[in-house]
């Protein structure tokens, strides 16, 4: 490979949570590594890989100029992110005016229910859901419903369509949150769920809010296929949120987007996302975005999801083979395992929390699925070097599982 996944990175130190994890992260419950065990990181969506070069240089360049005053973003920032989707989703006729900065996806997430809705308003979203959204909508006075997502004969997760309609219809509801890829089941939606989804949405009126931030790693040769896409009314009734801050691990130095195509939605969508005076760009996150968006991230990005296919399918097969009453849907983008251990727990007399604890004493930090609406479920993180992440599967199976 021309870039390099296999090295692994000392961050302690480094601003990381990930690896110098708050002591009052409610999780970790005070539990420490025995001695002798190291911790591996498997919780957080960050990535223990060097980000792509072109990056770093962008923002070291950027950063030798010593002025750091007022900007606008540049042209080469739009077309970055122009040409970024006409390549990478084959999307067409994107503009700079449809596109607007956003602080994160999570705060354009917030300004667009500001815009489609009223105060205690019911919000769609399906379960297992992003935490992050249940937060978001909870804090600021919305009311979440949950159609849960369920497994077919193949074990892959599928929208209950029946049970959306029926909670559509019976709430009255107007506004849904849309997670493509899927977070935390890893799960790439075909053309024809999205084509079914948005002629329910259609069919009852519903603005929709589309977190597409999962949407550039995609495993086993999986396609993405943005939402808006789909018809010429999903273009005019979504809201859909990017950022190169989870495919090149950004998140530090904020920044997201948003692509919204209807005006009406689009200049209420930014009124609302300026009132705060706070949601502007920083001029180093505007370079870091050029950097990734440069022809060489294009390479590193397909290099990391084929890095990521084999961290999956590594780790996918030894669960199966190893971890009996632990089942799991294999993921199809992302690097994230949604884990169900209720069998196993049952078997073994064990709470959900017991089994977190025990993986913890033995250094891998995985995270609590119930936040995410899944109660007896673990999330585990694989974006790290396949050496770390045998060792942490080997330390599951020799004194945890």
Known sequence: MKYDFTSIIDRHGKDSIAVDIPADTPFLKNVLPKEGFDRIPMWVADMNFATAPTITQ???????????????????????????????????GLTKECIGYENGVLGGVVSALNVFCSKGDKVLLHSPTYIGFTGSLENNGYHIVLSPLKRDGNGIWRMDFEDMEKKLREEKIHTAIFCSPHNPTGRVWEAWELERVMELYRKYDVYVICDEI????????????????????????????????????????????????????????????????????????????????????????????????????????????????????????????????????????????????????????????????????????????????????????????
């Open 58 to 92: 962008a923002l070291v360049e950027r950063a030798q100029h010593p002025t750091y005053g007022y900007f606008d973003p540049r042209e080469e920032y739009f077309s970055s992110i122009i040409r970024w989707h006409e390549r990478r989703n084959g999307v067409k």
């Open 214 to 401: 999962w949407s550039d790693i995609l495993l086993f040769g999986h396609k993405h296929i943005p939402l808006q896409s789909v018809s010429e009314d999903a273009r005019n009734r979504t809201v859909a949120l990017y950022a190169p801050s989870k495919t090149f691990n950004l998140a530090g130095l904020i920044g997201a987007y948003h692509i919204i195509y209807n005006p009406w939605i689009r200049e209420r969508v930014e009124k609302e996302s300026s009132l705060c005076h706070y949601n502007s760009m920083n001029v180093l996150s505007m370079h870091a975005l050029i950097g990734a968006y440069r022809p060489e991230g294009y390479e590193w990005v397909d290099e990391l999801c084929q890095v990521l296919t084999e961290n999956v399918d590594y780790a996918y097969n030894f669960i199966l083979e190893n971890f009996e009453g632990v089942t799991l849907a294999k993921p199809q983008g992302t690097y994230m395992l949604f884990l169900d251990c209720a069998q196993w727990c049952a078997s073994h007399g064990k709470t959900i929390q017991e089994l977190l604890d025990a993986g913890m004493e033995y250094g891998v930090i995985w995270q609590d699925g119930r936040p995410f609406h899944g109660e007896q479920c673990i999330r585990m993180n694989l974006a790290l070097p396949k050496s770390r992440v045998c060792e942490a599967f080997d330390r599951l199976k020799k004194y945890v599982f």
